[in-house]
């Protein structure tokens, strides 16, 4: 586990996000706070529709909250216009969705590759060389040159996490990450996650359903019908099956 001492990556207060649907309106939160800083692996559970993927896409500036803020790397992003969040979001965060999300017309090389190329400043890094540099860390060399189709679901989401990695964003968000892969790589997924975290360059929130994996975190929030019902922080060493049991 990473010792966590690093300055504020995102902070969220009060949020509030709802959504209509046929039969009326749906609370996916209800007054969420968090707080992540960097070198911190935290951990997001709770059942589908407890608003996990919401709070993500709130954190990232993908959706706007109705009520609260969301400061990312001390910008508040209600103040934000469309082009600096855009910006601001591609040199911050990256995400990692349990759909892939890859661009079928695109090869391996190609998806890792297109964080760098929609930068409108320039990288601090040669984009070829970062590419090669992510796709060696990944185990995709020989992959590159495939596209989406031709590869494993775990092969897919390693592409996904080398891609979301692209521009070193300081900020990692990961939405189910491990729920199309089997367990070999899920573990291999969350290890990934875990070692981003201990690195202390980037602070990781992983949604998941899923304790086992969520055991690897720093703490663990468990969301319920929108609403953070209780915080457990994790000691180094303790073994998963306790672990399970004291976030059940």
Do not use: C, W
Not at 25 to 32: M, Q, R, S, W
Not at 77 to 82: H, I, S, V, Y
Not at 232 to 246: F, H, N, Y
């Amino acid at each position: 586990m990473s010792h966590v001492n690093g300055a504020p990556l995102v902070e969220a207060k009060n949020l509030r996000k709802s959504y209509r649907v046929q039969n009326g309106v749906v609370h996916a939160l209800n007054g969420v706070d968090i707080t992540v800083r960097t070198g911190e692996f935290v951990a997001v559970v709770g059942p589908t529709g407890s608003g996990k993927s919401t709070l993500l896409n709130l954190l990232a500036g993908l959706e706007p909250a109705d009520a609260g803020t969301v400061v990312l790397l001390g910008h508040p992003l209600d103040q934000l216009d469309e082009d600096a969040l855009a910006d601001l979001r591609l040199r911050a965060v990256g995400m990692i969705y349990q759909s892939y999300n890859l661009f079928s017309g695109f090869t391996v090389r190609q998806n890792v590759r297109l964080p760098l190329q929609l930068m409108t400043r320039r990288p601090p890094f040669d984009a070829t060389q970062r590419t090669n540099q992510l796709l060696a860390d990944f185990g995709l060399p020989d992959l590159a040159e495939r596209y989406p189709a031709e590869l494993s679901g775990g092969q897919q989401q390693l592409a996904a996490i080398a891609r979301a990695l692209a521009t070193n964003p300081p900020l990692i968000l990961a939405d189910e990450p491990t729920a199309n892969v089997d367990t070999t790589m899920a573990r291999q997924i969350v290890a990934r996650l875990r070692g981003l975290a201990n690195s202390g360059q980037h602070g990781v929130i992983l949604a998941t359903h899923d304790l086992r994996m969520a055991s690897q975190a720093d703490r663990v929030l468990s969301l319920r019908d929108g609403q953070i019902v209780k915080e457990t922080v994790l000691q180094p060493g303790r073994d998963a099956r306790d672990v399970i049991e004291a976030l059940a």
